[in-house]
């Protein structure tokens, strides 16, 4: 009695503490309280909070997980075919934990303890280190996450050491005044076809940018070791698509986990999905119409400046751009169109062969798995994404790549990757760029 008792009181206590936050697919349009700006997720001292892997193993556990659902506020952060994460407060943990096992849902702990995973994501920078990069004439290293003005200091760097091959471009404003930039790497002769490469679309995913850098030190500081089929191609780079969104991350623990821009979108709350802006299936599905929402898609299609930055300049480019790589995490997928539905694009047998070989051979270098498939069929339906839209204007090799996640060697994670797996991440996300650079390359054109 006593003990249904404590469960009735850590339910309803959970009610009112659990962040009523946004989710991926957010089919799901519950009413939230006003006032709230929910996508921040996380409180200020977040000490045993735990991101759940809960499996789904059929229609039967989906559908026991939305009971739950009707029961409790869950902060959805990731959902795919297999499982859904959520993050928990600490306050609500074994209520929750509760739950599940007596739905006889299955679930992983991916993180212990968030505010630990925090304080070791990014140990401070050494006195060695930073007498380095002076010597360098900039800041950036792959051993840490850094800020946007480091990644920008290393672009001006590239441009100005290797300025017979490269350019940095301006190509927007965000919101709150930061600078837009791309690094183009010209092959050196007229009319070669290219490859674009983006990271960051999604503040809290720093993998994505670390690892999107990792690759263009490799374009251009290893230019002579790279295969024959790079050297033939141009590449735009965009290391960061979202600074503003990027910096609030990294401003303080509460809002590590903004995936957003910062616009100021509403008196409650700001922030657009980027990665639900653009033009192609607009509105549609996994895409929220409220803005207090992680997938909030903006007020119209490419409404956003760092949407509309990246359609000028690539559609600029269309059709000598014929390669879109644009990085994520987590999960290690390697993703098609279409997104915006559970359809796939004529040419889809090219885009499931080349991930393929670009999957194995990131398992012959890095000994992990990534999955190969469709966005809509493998993950969930999420309409205004950047690879459609890119797939839309007759890119042939669009790609959306979720990096690292739960399951590479070593243990389990999130958006947490330790910083020593940003070169191994950048070295699956070179594998993939390698593997398109040579289906562009050997296609008959
Ligand atoms: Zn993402």
Known sequence: MIRAALWLFVGVASLVLVCVCAEENAQDERDVPPGVNHADHLENDSTGAQILSVVIRGVADRKKFEEIRKEIYLDVLTTSKWAVDILVQKSSLDYTKHLLKSADLEFKVLIEDIQKQMEA?????SKESLSRSSLRGHGLTFDRYHSVDTMYQYMEYLNRTY??????????????????????????QPNRKAIWIDGGIHAREWVASAAVLWVLSELTEKRERLPEEMRELDFVVMPMV?????EYTRARRSTRLWRKNRAPVSSACAGVDVNRNFEHGWGGHGTSGEACRDTYRGPRPASERETQAIVNYAAKNIPKIQGFLTFHCYGQYILYPWGYDKILPEDHADLQRVGEIAAQRIKEVGDVNYTVGSSANLLYPAAGGS?????????????????????????????????EQIIPSGRDAFEIVRTVAEAIVLQPS
């Open 163 to 188: 300025s017979d091959f490269v350019k940095l471009e301006d190509i927007g404003t965000t919101a709150e005044g930061r600078t837009l930039r791309v690094l183009y790497i010209s092959s050196g």
């Open 121 to 125: 994501e990014n140990p401070p920078e």
């Open 242 to 246: 979202n600074p503003d969104g990027y």
């Open 387 to 419: 690879d459609d839209w890119a797939k839309s204007k007759g890119v042939k090799y669009a790609y959306t790549v979720e990096l690292r996640g739960p399951g590479y060697p070593g243990g389990l994670n999130s958006f947490f990757l330790p910083p």
